[in-house]
């Protein structure tokens, strides 16, 4: 199963839609972020086929749930990851951007908590 949840609209009319998707293992989703053309076609220039779906490092209960431009053009993404808060950038190209964090991805542990975002 696939779900969509976040929507931005890039400066070129360009439109990126975050959600996740079932990553096969048992329930668990990923992170997964698709860009459309501003006719409506998926964006085969983002990440070689319009779309990009990775995981945060949990493999159950991850999902964007809001997705931010940057001025640079870059893209951050938020979600859950199981009980942390994650944050992961891509590049304008649709790849993760290594330079945040070293991988691309960040986290952040929210003590007593079972869900968070």
Same mark, same amino acid.
């Given at each position: 199963?696939?779900?969509?949840?976040?929507?931005?609209?890039?400066?070129?009319?360009?439109?990126?839609?975050?959600?996740?998707?079932?990553?096969?293992?048992?329930? !668990?989703?990923? *992170?997964?972020? /698709?860009?459309? $053309?501003?006719?409506?076609?998926?964006?085969? =220039? +983002? &990440? @070689? #086929? %319009?779309?990009?779906?990775?995981?945060?490092?949990?493999?159950?209960?991850?999902?964007?749930?809001?997705?931010?431009?940057?001025?640079?053009?870059?893209?951050?993404?938020?979600?859950?990851? !199981?009980?942390? *808060?994650?944050? /992961?950038?891509? $590049?304008?190209?649709?790849?993760?951007?290594? =330079? +945040? &964090? @070293? #991988? %691309?991805?960040?986290?952040?542990?929210?003590?007593?908590?079972?869900?968070?975002?």
């Amino acid at each position: 199963m696939t779900s969509g949840s976040a929507v931005a609209i890039q400066s070129d009319g360009k439109i990126l839609v975050g959600g996740y998707k079932n990553n096969g293992v048992s329930t !668990g989703e990923d *992170f997964v972020v /698709a860009r459309y $053309t501003a006719t409506g076609s998926l964006d085969k =220039t +983002f &990440s @070689g #086929d %319009g779309w990009i779906s990775f995981t945060m490092g949990n493999t159950t209960d991850e999902r964007v749930t809001a997705i931010a431009i940057q001025t640079d053009g870059k893209i951050v993404v938020v979600g859950p990851s !199981g009980d942390r *808060f994650a944050v /992961a950038r891509l $590049t304008i190209a649709g790849v993760l951007d290594t =330079t +945040f &964090s @070293g #991988d %691309g991805k960040a986290y952040a542990s929210v003590p007593g908590t079972s869900s968070v975002l």
